[in-house]
């Protein structure tokens, strides 16, 4: 609703045009700009102005997005638009996933109603993250955490491997004597966090689009059946494999789970749907306010940072590689639903999981020992978390090693041994 509508006047109605598009370049995200385009007259009008729109767009988005997050609202706009008609999923592919030669600017031609889209999925997306990352914070300050009693305890797998400290006790399978410590809460999501929310909705609201234009009771494309039955068989880790790290495909499983991308819901299409339409319902209006400013957006950027988030690389590389872990084998899908992979090193050091950054002071909850940190992830696990990992212990002769880095298809090849647990499909 415009505020005339609301009896408020449109102040910005008494700016002239090109100080008004001054001002709109300036703020800090689209979905301000979105809900200013809903708001005021002035703004509509002078977004329907010829190449206005693109242009205040591409200036917001280089103010308060990644990189790689811009190639993917630009990719969205291209779906949307279907400028390149994609026949099939191969098509798709190469246009879509690995190429992205063709998206290094919004189209001078692009339709003014493909880029009035723009600015409601980035609403929706900003609406979906912060619901996302308050949802796993929430769920991190529930946890029931503990820590040795005694941190200068080892931890030995079996009598076949040599200890690495003669000097020191060790405790077996059994769990030896814990006690509860609290986590702190580091505060609301951080400017990387965030960004990392937001990149990885827009992956998944870019596939989403996909199944949308093909399937359901009115499609937009025509493929043809076997197309449509080829794309309804691959998962999203399939899909962005070819040109995405494992951290960032898990990045977007984290956010797919959330209860806000409806992940109960038996496809796609129908949860692209839902998602949208939980997002309109509440206006767009977050829940909390706590967004990063766009300065410390462009910070993160101009860091060159190589976004690497320390709990996803602490569990693959560390605690569940590593034969003093009583976390061998543990897969990172067990950690999921706390957000680990989207938090930065400030709320990994809060939670008591990872050391502050060097050169910071240690907080009271942080780890004191080696093995006084294994125990405090160990006791996060459920109970089948922690079978599959006795089971998959038992497996394996002792004293081999099994290092892995988990991929789509999880440890593929070794644990073809044990019942697997499929993650939906996206």
């Known amino acids: 609703m415009s505020s005339s509508q609301c009896g408020h006047p449109d102040i910005l109605a008494t700016l002239p045009s090109p100080v008004l ?3 709109l370049e300036q703020l800090e995200d689209l979905a301000s700009l979105h809900s200013a385009y809903r708001a005021s007259p002035a703004v509509f009008s002078v977004l329907h102005e010829a190449g206005t729109a693109r242009r205040v767009i591409e200036a917001i988005m280089d103010l308060s997005l990644l990189e790689v ?7 969205f706009a291209h779906l949307r638009w279907n400028a390149h008609p994609v026949a099939g999923v191969d098509t798709f592919s190469k246009q879509y996933i ?23 999925a980035a609403s929706t997306v900003r609406y979906l993250a912060h619901a996302s ?50 986590q702190a809460d580091a505060g609301p999501p951080s400017a990387m966090e965030e960004q990392m929310a937001i990149r990885a909705l827009w992956q998944l609201l870019l596939i989403w689009e996909l199944r949308s234009a093909v399937s359901g009771p009115n499609p937009r494309w025509n493929w043809s059946a076997s197309e449509v039955s080829k794309l309804q068989g691959l998962s999203l880790d399939e ?22 991308t409806f992940p109960a819901l038996p496809s796609p299409v129908e949860r692209y749907r839902a998602a949208k339409s939980l997002a309109r319902n509440a206006e767009w209006r977050l829940p909390c306010h706590c967004c990063p400013s766009a300065i410390q957006t462009k910070r993160i950027d101009s860091h060159g940072s190589k976004y690497d988030m320390p ?3 602490f569990v693959l590389t560390t605690l569940s590689p590593w034969y003093t872990s009583p976390c061998r084998y543990v897969e990172f899908r067990s950690f999921r639903r706390f957000g680990f992979a989207l938090w930065d090193r400030t709320r990994m050091a809060a939670l008591g999981l990872l050391y502050p950054d060097q050169g910071c002071p240690k907080l009271p909850q942080s780890p004191r020992s080696e093995s006084d940190q294994y125990v405090r992830w160990e006791s996060i696990l459920s109970a089948e978390d922690l079978e599959d990992i006795e089971r998959k212990r038992k497996h394996f002769w002792p004293g081999v090693d099994m290092v892995h880095l988990e991929s789509s298809r999880s440890i593929d090849g070794i644990t073809q041994f044990f019942e697997p647990r499929s993650d939906p499909l996206y």
């Open 133 to 182: 990352l308050h949802e796993m914070i929430d769920r991190c300050m529930a946890l029931e955490m503990y820590r040795l009693e005694n941190p200068k305890l080892k931890y030995i797998r079996n009598a076949h491997r040599t200890p690495a400290l003669w000097n020191s006790d060790y405790f077996p399978v059994p769990k030896p004597p814990r006690e509860r410590y609290q």
């Open 21 to 23: 598009v001054m001002v």
């Open 239 to 260: 899909l962005w494999q070819p040109s995405l790290t494992n951290q960032l495909i898990e990045q977007t499983r984290t956010v797919a789970d959330c209860s806000c």
């Open 98 to 120: 690995t190429d992205d030669t063709e998206y290094s600017q919004l189209p001078r031609e692009i339709p003014l109603p493909v880029l009035c889209d723009i600015l409601a």
């Open 311 to 313: 709990g996803y690389s």
């Open 69 to 75: 997050t811009r190639v993917l609202i630009r990719k």
